[in-house]
């Protein structure tokens, strides 16, 4: 929308994409929904690259599920193509999708990017990180040597995706190829409109490809169940009804309102039978079913942003928790030993 690369604090002003992660969104994509998912990036990409920027952090974690489609957002400022990124610059939840070049010292240019695609796309099948390992040395080793599996993906993507994760980047294809070639293997484009390479038709073409992804931020239902179930209690079970659900939804590191499973207070379970299908529950705890609950259902998020500072106080306190036990179970420890030691 506008961006400065030349002043004194450079910056990017992107479009804003309510929805979840493509991470978070705890979603698997198959069929003509995988087709559209990975047209949207593979779009999103063209143009940034014919903008002359590099994304250089493309991860499901930057991949946002928002009503009008799938975007892209979290793109680090680049004014100039072929950048180098050393080891020490990759973040932590990026391996999985960093380039082979970029392991060994070479430039993260936009073959860095078409790799982190076919990354992406395989995870929206799968669900799982290609090339995951328990280490950083053993993610690299993965990436350097090993070729993922493809097969969660359907056949018209396993070739395009095979390219785009070749150790060479000089094999890989261009991000305006793989819009080419999505937007000529969908059925639903007569082959008569298949666009040239003119970059303006190309990226309408493929918007309109990528405009049929359906994720669950798109199903209305969602959201209308919720509020319906909430409008079915009587007005005290409906007060009661924020404190619950918002036990059930935490504030990850990046911002996002995330499911989790956490403990209920009692008596809360009378509650929750309105909301079946939506909240599983059991043995006194209880867990959001579809992890775009809180995109889908405007009620819930307005709860989550009225209460979003106490939220992430829990979360980061949480966290913090168990190492300070065990830090104390030390101290425990070391005490329990001095006074034996004393007495002996």
């Excluded at 793109?75 to 072929?82: A, K, N, R, T, W």
Aim: proline share 9%; charged share 20%; net charge negative.
């Amino acid at each position: 929308m506008d961006a400065d690369l030349d002043g004194p604090r450079p910056y990017i002003v992107s479009e804003y994409v309510e929805g979840p992660s493509l991470r978070g969104a705890g979603q698997f994509f198959g069929g003509d929904d995988l087709h559209a998912l990975a047209t949207a990036i593979a779009v999103a990409l063209t143009a940034l690259h014919e903008a002359g920027v590099i994304h250089r952090d493309l991860t499901p974690d930057k991949v946002f599920l928002g009503r009008d489609g799938p975007g892209i957002l979290g793109f680090g400022v680049s004014p100039g193509l072929g950048t180098a990124l050393t080891v020490t610059g990759i973040r932590p939840r990026a391996p999985s999708y960093t380039a082979p070049e970029v392991f060994t010292g070479g430039e993260a240019g936009t073959a860095a990017d078409v790799f982190a695609w076919g990354g992406i796309v395989l995870y929206a099948a799968s669900g799982e990180d290609p090339f995951a390992a328990g280490s950083l040395g053993a993610v690299m080793h993965r990436i350097l040597s090993l070729d993922p599996d493809l097969s969660p993906l359907p056949r018209p993507l396993r070739p395009l995706a095979a390219a785009a994760l070749a150790k060479d980047p000089r094999a890989r294809p261009a991000a305006r190829d793989l819009l080419i070639a999505l937007i000529a293997a969908d059925p639903a484009v007569p082959r008569r409109d298949t666009p040239g390479p003119e970059t303006a038709p190309l990226l309408r073409a493929g918007a309109e490809v990528a405009a049929r992804v359906r994720t669950a931020c798109d199903d209305p239902g969602l959201g209308a169940l919720a509020e319906s179930a909430f409008a079915a209690l009587d007005p005290t079970d409906r007060e009661r009804v924020p404190a619950v659900f918002l036990r059930l939804v935490a504030i990850d590191t990046d911002g996002q309102a995330v499911a989790r499973e956490a403990r209920i207070p009692a008596g809360s379970e009378d509650v929750l039978h309105g909301f079946a299908g939506l909240v599983e529950h059991r043995g006194g705890r209880a867990c959001l079913v579809h992890q775009a609950l809180p995109y889908a259902w405007p009620r819930l998020g307005e709860w989550i942003d009225a209460n979003r500072a106490r939220l992430v106080a829990r979360d980061r306190f949480a966290r913090l928790l168990p190492p300070l036990l065990a830090v104390s179970a030390v101290f425990v420890l070391v005490a329990a030993v001095i006074a034996v030691g004393r007495i002996v």
